[in-house]
């Protein structure tokens, strides 16, 4: 017998007592809920306080008659399938009730075993159609959010909790590690919300100097600095009606925070150089890969802004928590990087494949893209190698020895900015050094970057 994915509700319906035992106390032993009703007037009632999976009804009852409930059930609650129980010299009745919507008929006396298997074979009609349906509003949830590539389980919370936040104005802040996939969160937020017809403009406030965020922010006034040669507005401003996307949060300085902070309260601001306020109705979705908490202990960032963008908290998960999702992000990878070089790539060999989904990805999402665009570029066949991989190719030992540490150090410092995509900000804080002694280095060793 099959094993119900949940326990099944029956109702059996018939106003003989001992067939109403004796059915009630078979189809329990296989494994189901079984409760009875000795009229189709008390079935009726019972349906209206709760749903049946199935209902076993009697075609001759008195008050009202089986095909008469039938009718009703269909009306209230389609989802209930019927069976019929009828006598020899009513299967006129048991036809016109499959033309009415039954599943089927049974006839009296009663083989308990054709029963059962009838039942059994009802229940994984119906258990294929509950998946249908899941499957069906799963893939619809992964198709809505383009550029969200993922069907595990921790991936389809995160779709169900975007949905939810995105129909309200919320403040949201976005957590997770490096790569995990923040701002493709904020846009779809952005995407699904009423919002989403308007400008997302998006700021990652890592890359400026508090400066230079403050002009990118409030914009500024035609002469407010020596290179202002024109009125310029800022990102507050071009978000109106919008959705504005405050990038690695947590790199603000405190100067920066306590301005932040006043306009999130009065959606208010005026331009660098300027005394005319400005007004801009905007959504805000904050993002970092920090913690922020931390930071409020150490002093550095204030809790007041905390809890102002901590409204509502979405915590990214990261790829080595969702492994089942690496084979499907690598082809969609595989897809775009061999469409635009061009080369016919289609597949990745087993081999690679296995050691990917066995790779904690430290730098997630943007690392394993990364890591396939690479591999494509440096592909030789129609297959995707495990020598192809930057982590998984062959190490030449002698190679090392007796390169010079400056050679090490630009090789390291170029993977790590790779793995960041380019990013200064996220490239520092993995080499531990500050922003100024990286810039230093990248000139040093000629290496460019997009940030």
């Given at each position: 017998m099959l094993i119900p994915h949940k326990k099944f509700n029956l109702l059996v319906v018939d106003d003989e007592l001992i067939i109403r035992e004796s059915l009630a106390g078979w189809l329990q032993r296989d494994g189901y809920q079984v409760e009875?009703?000795?009229?189709?007037?008390?079935?009726?009632?019972?349906?209206?306080?709760?749903?049946?999976?199935?209902?076993?009804?009697?075609?001759?009852?008195?008050e009202m008659d089986g095909l008469t409930l039938l009718k009703h059930l269909k009306e209230r609650d389609p989802a209930t399938a019927v069976v019929m129980m009828t006598a020899y010299g009513s299967i006129e009745d048991a036809v016109e009730a499959i033309k009415q919507g039954a599943f089927d008929y049974l006839l009296k006396p009663f083989d308990l075993e054709e029963l059962s298997l009838t039942i059994d074979r009802l229940v994984q009609i119906q258990t294929l159609a509950m998946e249908n349906i899941v499957l069906k509003e799963r893939v619809a949830k992964i198709d809505r959010f383009e550029e969200l590539v993922g069907r595990s389980e921790p991936m389809l919370q995160l779709y169900d909790t975007i949905m939810d936040v995105a129909q309200s104005d919320v403040t949201v802040l976005i957590t997770g590690e490096t790569g995990t996939g923040k701002e493709l969160v904020a846009r779809a937020i952005h995407a699904q919300s009423p919002r989403g017809y308007a400008p997302f403009i998006a700021v990652n406030c890592g890359a400026f100097t508090e400066q230079l965020l403050e002009s990118e922010l409030f914009g500024h006034e035609k002469g407010a600095f020596t290179d202002a040669k024109f009125t310029k507005k800022g990102r507050l401003e071009l978000a109106h009606s919008g959705t504005l996307f405050l990038d690695e949060i947590g790199d603000i300085t405190m100067k920066m925070q306590i301005d932040l902070l006043r306009v999130l309260e009065t959606h208010e601001f005026t331009r660098v150089g300027g005394t005319m306020p400005i007004h801009s109705d905007f959504r805000v979705i904050a993002a970092t890969h920090q913690?922020?908490?931390?930071?409020?202990?150490?002093?550095?960032?204030r809790r007041d802004l905390y809890y102002r963008l901590n409204v509502?908290?979405?915590?990214?998960?990261?790829?080595?928590?969702?492994?089942?999702?690496?084979?499907?992000?690598?082809?969609?990878?595989?897809?775009?990087?061999?469409?635009?070089t061009n080369k016919k790539i289609d597949a990745i060999h087993p081999e690679a494949l296995e050691a990917m989904r066995n790779y904690d990805w430290p730098g997630n999402v943007r690392e394993l893209e990364n890591a396939i665009e690479r591999a494509v570029v440096i592909g030789k066949g129609r297959q995707i190698q495990l020598a192809d991989l930057p982590f998984f190719g062959p190490t030449d030992q002698s190679a090392i020895v007796g390169r010079s540490l400056e050679d090490m150090e630009r090789e390291h410092i170029a993977r790590v900015l790779e793995a960041e995509g380019g990013n200064i900000t996220r490239t520092a804080q993995v080499l531990k050094i500050n922003r100024t002694t990286l810039y230093h280095k990248l000139k040093k060793y000629g290496l460019k970057t997009c940030s």
């Open positions: 009875t009703a000795e009229s189709g007037v008390q079935a009726l009632k019972k349906a209206e306080a709760q749903h049946y999976d199935i209902m076993l009804v009697d075609v001759k009852m008195p913690d922020l908490l931390a930071a409020i202990q150490e002093g550095t960032f509502v908290h979405i915590a990214v998960p990261p790829l080595r928590e969702r492994r089942d999702d690496i084979p499907l992000l690598a082809e969609h990878f595989l897809v775009r990087y061999a469409a635009e």
